[in-house]
């Protein structure tokens, strides 16, 4: 298995908290992704990574905010939580070149 | 934007019977890949197959890719109980700088 780690696995929370759902990978990767995923549907990517002090909005629009200060670390931040943000959501990373990706198990987050 | 979709969207044989999930997209694309996820689990990547490849063998997997008709197929053969998971196919497309985009997967239960 990939080593990837993603946490906390599940996060229940209110609203207006702010979150912060962490994602270490120990592989050396330049990139690394974050995707959005509800019960049972596909994975929208939400944000991602070529390395160190880079990164980009994905294809979905979301409120969240990225880091990049670390190789090994990619944290996602939501500074107020709403229940539409209630999801999982998965990190993942790649090495260099059309390489397959690694998935962490992802966060189960609730926002009540 | 929806690139791949996976064909069908859900999938019961009985265990030792082969499985076969179908993907179509809609763009060129450098490579397509297909994950398995299990359930409240991330995505393991299974195989790896590149627009110049027709078909690509891994254990149990069978992959082909038919470019012309932008469509791939991922076959299991002699199927576990193990094998009861969600199936997911990501496209590469060309030019989209290493980021992949993935269907709304086949869930595929074996049957005992």
């Known amino acids: 298995e990939a080593d990837i780690y993603?946490?906390?696995?599940?996060l229940v929370i209110g609203t207006g908290k702010k979150i912060?759902?962490?994602?270490?990978?120990?592989?050396?990767?330049?990139k690394m992704y974050w995707y959005q995923q509800d019960p049972g549907m596909e994975l929208h990517l939400i944000h991602y990574s070529y390395g160190v002090n880079?990164?980009?909005?994905?294809?979905?629009?979301?409120?969240?905010?990225?880091?990049?200060?670390?190789?090994?670390?990619?944290?996602?931040?939501?500074?107020?939580?709403?229940?539409?943000?209630?999801?999982q959501y998965l990190c993942a990373?790649?090495?260099?070149?059309?390489?397959?990706?690694?998935?962490g198990d992802g966060t189960r987050l609730s926002i009540l | 934007s929806q690139q791949g979709e996976e064909d069908p969207q859900a999938l019961s044989i009985q265990e030792g019977e082969n499985a076969t999930m179908n993907c179509s997209?809609?763009?060129?694309?450098?490579?397509?890949?297909?994950?398995?996820?299990?359930?409240?689990?991330?995505?393991?990547?299974?195989?790896?197959?590149?627009s110049n490849e027709r078909e690509k063998h891994s254990g149990r997997?069978?992959?082909t890719l038919d470019t012309s008709k932008k469509s791939s197929s991922l076959l299991i053969t002699a199927s576990r109980a193990a094998d009861t998971a969600s199936y997911f196919c990501a496209t590469e497309r060309i030019e989209a700088d290493d980021k992949i985009i993935f269907g709304k997967g086949t869930r595929l239960h074996i049957l005992p």
């Open chain 1, 6 to 10: 993603q946490t906390p696995r599940y």
């Open chain 1, 20 to 30: 912060t759902l962490e994602c270490s990978q120990t592989m050396g990767h330049d």
């Open chain 1, 54 to 87: 880079s990164t980009e909005k994905g294809d979905l629009s979301s409120e969240s905010t990225v880091s990049r200060i670390r190789t090994e670390h990619f944290p996602l931040t939501l500074e107020s939580a709403r229940p539409s943000h209630t999801s």
């Open chain 1, 93 to 103: 990373s790649s090495d260099r070149g059309d390489q397959p990706q690694h998935f």
């Open chain 2, 25 to 50: 997209y809609k763009t060129s694309i450098n490579n397509l890949q297909w994950y398995r996820q299990n359930s409240g689990r991330g995505l393991v990547h299974l195989i790896l197959i590149r």
């Open chain 2, 61 to 63: 997997l069978r992959v």
